[in-house]
């Protein structure tokens, strides 16, 4: 079956104190991205670049934290390629039309 490539953004903020805290972001059960959330006052658009078969991909955020924060994921979009978000966790990628 052939590959497809898609482009998948998603905005990531946190309100934290004290160190700062780390987060990850998987593609099904693979690791994409580990990132220390160094900024104040704004947040990080996340880029996922993805080549894959036609099917359903579990997109999820995992926060490490080892102290008091408040982490949003929000404005989930696919900005090239045949895909879509299914719902706050899944994209679907589909065949080029």
């Not at 693979?30 to 704004?42: H, N, Q």
């Not at 080892?66 to 994921?73: G, I, L, R, S």
Request: charge should be negative; aromatic fraction near 12%; charged fraction near 25%.
């Amino acid at each position: 079956m052939k590959r497809e490539f898609v482009r998948i953004l998603l905005d990531i903020h946190c309100d934290w104190e004290n160190d700062p805290p780390v987060y990850r972001v998987y593609v099904n059960d693979e690791l994409f991205s580990e990132r220390t959330y160094i900024w104040k006052d704004s947040y990080l658009t996340e880029i996922l670049q993805v080549e894959a078969e036609p099917g359903l991909y579990n997109i999820s955020v995992e926060f490490i934290a080892t102290n008091a924060v408040e982490f949003t994921v929000s404005n989930r979009r696919v900005v090239n390629g045949p895909g879509h978000w299914v719902n706050n966790q899944t994209v679907e990628i589909s065949h080029e039309s």
